[in-house]
């Protein structure tokens, strides 16, 4: 077997989102002739999209989200618009959908990074002798808002991640967290973010810099990303309130929960030129961003959400010769330890002080480059190389009836 049809399943916006592992890894192995198709689901439908009562299957053929030549097909099933009906809708209009891409498509793998879809695809993958493998990037559950669910959600995760035929996350920490819940520890493996080299390398620094009048002596600390209650930007940008050199800058790139008050924060303590909030821009223009700035940030709270991951930000600023700035999250100090060009503190309020001490110690230059090695080894080619030898695994030994 050379080529593959892959089925993915998600609970969130393929289209919208900022490009994640999923989206790197369909994108190439659509560009290695394997036919991949995703269900998602509208994850905002009430900030964006028609305003409906209910929303009819949608799809969108020939999406590309990393690369220009990738072709993936994105099949969105229709919900009830109305908040809860709509998960409750998503459980009968995707297990549906599911059973059409069975049907239709033929999958010989499905792949699935949502919760409830996932679930769902399991269930049907196991039913029609498909290989299922479950997909964490996230701790999905502890996103929930409303915390009564988190434990149902978690649920359903456990029964997923115990009947899944190979489980995949992509740092230690995690693996750790699925073998406690569940997941069988022979079937569970790491497959690490990995970036794109051809895109995050050597830019202009000048080109955004003069967009936002940053001038040439100004220092940047820069965070991209959605922006979560726990993102610990508003401290940041609160603590840079109290500093008085104006060259310290912040530049934010996204949207999310503290936008609008990071703006107030920016009003009330005269901030407009010192605190930079760009909005959501192209994942294509990324690299110009980092490369405008000189420290790169992860203030985040260490909750439960953040606590076992490793955002692919990381991976880019570091590519880039980029400093990092994080606070001492578990599964990022497994990661890079404590001398690969990553800078810990105890909490989001510390960042702007820490800042300032690597900027006196002028090691901003020795640090990047610390980075850039560290990540060198891990592009989105070979990731996607151990990805795709994992899925032709798999269907073998279900087609064989044999398992790992």
């Known amino acids: 077997m050379s080529k593959m049809k892959i089925l993915l399943v998600q609970e969130a916006d393929w289209l919208k989102r900022n490009p994640h592992q999923q989206h790197h890894l369909a994108d190439n192995l659509s560009l290695r002739d394997h036919k991949v198709r995703v269900i998602d689901y509208e994850l905002r439908w009430w900030r964006q999209g028609k305003k409906e009562l209910f929303s009819r299957r949608q799809v969108f053929p020939g999406v590309s989200k990393t690369r220009k030549e990738a ?98 996350v992509i740092n230690e920490r995690l693996k750790s967290l699925v073998i406690k819940m569940g997941a069988n520890p022979k079937r569970a493996c790491v497959v690490k973010a990995g970036v794109d080299f051809a895109q995050f390398a050597e830019t202009s620094r000048t080109k955004v810099r003069i967009q936002y009048g940053i001038e040439k002596d100004d220092i940047v600390l820069f965070f991209m990303g959605w922006l979560y209650e726990f993102s610990g930007l508003r401290e940041v940008a609160l603590e840079l309130a109290k500093v008085k050199d ?61 606590r076992h991951i490793v955002p692919i930000k990381l991976y880019e600023y570091m590519a880039m010769g980029k400093p990092v700035i994080s606070t001492k999250l578990p599964g990022v100090v497994k990661e890079f330890a404590y001398d690969n060009g990553v800078v810990y503190v105890n909490r989001p309020e510390e960042v702007v002080k820490k800042a300032a001490e690597l900027i006196v110690n002028e ?37 064989d009836g044999t398992t790992s």
């Not at 049907?124 to 990037?137: A, D």
């Open 71 to 168: 072709s993936v097909t994105v099949i969105r099933p229709g919900i009830i618009k109305i908040p809860c009906l709509d998960y409750i809708s998503l459980i009968f209009s995707h297990k549906r959908e599911i059973e059409r891409q069975i049907s239709e498509f033929a999958p010989d793998v499905i792949v699935g990074f949502g919760i409830l879809n996932a679930y769902l695809a399991m269930k049907s993958s196991g039913r029609n002798n498909i290989p299922f493998i479950y997909y964490w990037i996230d701790i999905l559950h502890t996103l929930i808002p409303f915390k009564p669910f988190q434990s149902i959600a978690k649920l359903v995760e456990g029964k997923t991640l115990k009947q899944a035929d190979r489980v995949l």
């Open 363 to 399: 090691n901003l230059n020795e640090l990047g480059a610390k980075a850039r090695r560290f990540v060198e080894k891990y592009s989105w080619d070979k990731i996607t190389d151990e990805f795709e030898n994992i899925l032709k695994e798999v269907v073998k030994e279900k087609r």
């Open 246 to 306: 104006s060259n310290l800058k912040l530049l934010i790139v996204g949207e999310g929960d503290v936008f609008n008050e990071l703006q107030k924060i920016r009003e009330k303590y005269n901030l407009q030129n010192r605190v930079i909030l760009t909005g959501k821009k192209p994942y294509q223009e990324i690299p110009s961003f980092i490369a405008a700035s000189d420290i790169c940030l992860l203030p985040a709270y260490n909750n439960e959400v953040m």
